[in-house]
């Protein structure tokens, strides 16, 4: 379905495993500005589209733009700071770093490349001093100030989830991709989670596409629903669409 003003438009995105072709995307657009949700049953390819999109992965066939411009075949870092970022469905945390340091990892030009170059270079303290900065302020917006000299390590699951978002944030992207945000984390974080991502929409102006399992989350804040089944969309539309949508409940109860 063509949308007017489309962040991210992919089309004939195919992946194969072997025998397997576990993504085969014809067209897919993201509406600017929306939280769009990618549902599907497991093994549907959610993730592996999620890859191919972020330049984690290569795709046997297919091409995407985002914000107008071609961004298949770049490499990951690079798509991160055309600001497209993801987060993992199992956490990337790096547990023995300080929630701290995981954040200034994130951080644009703390990529490692040519740092000691960097360092005499006039705006290198102030590009560090602003990436505290913005790691800080993301830390007490994601509650985990608190935190920020613990390993990440330490932190429960769902403060794994907060941080991994608040990551994602460092480089202040216009696209936010969420693999299974609330996955595993207790009913109380969820709730704030949920915030976190209609926030991102409402007060920044983001873009969020995000993968999630539990339907009255996915129809409760999203604007559009793309269905994945065997890596091909089955159907797209607003939420109280989908909901009513034969091939999608097909889709659910068969496997
Ligand atoms: P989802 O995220 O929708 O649950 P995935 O994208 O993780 O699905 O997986 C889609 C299909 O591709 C599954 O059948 C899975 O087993 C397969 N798959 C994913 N990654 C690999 C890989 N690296 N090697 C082989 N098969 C894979
Ligand atoms: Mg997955």
Redesign the pocket.
Known sequence: VAKPDPILVADGVRRQ??G?T??DVAHLEVPRGSITALI?P????????FNLLTGFDRPNAGSWTFQGERASGVPAYRVARRGMVRTF?LTKALTRLTVLDNMLLAAPKQSGEGMLGAFWRPGWRRQERENLERAESLLRRFKLYDKRADFAGTLSGGQRKLLEMARALMVDPALVMLDEPMAGVNPALVQSLLEHVTALRDREGKTVLF?EHDMDVVMGISDWVVV?AQGKVIAEGRPDDIRSDAAVIDAYLGT
Not at 42 to 49: C, P
Request: hydrophobic residues 45%; positive net charge; glycine residues 24%.
């Open positions: 495993f072997g397997l576990a993504v599907g497991n093994g549907a390819g959610k993730s592996t589209f469905q993968v994945l």
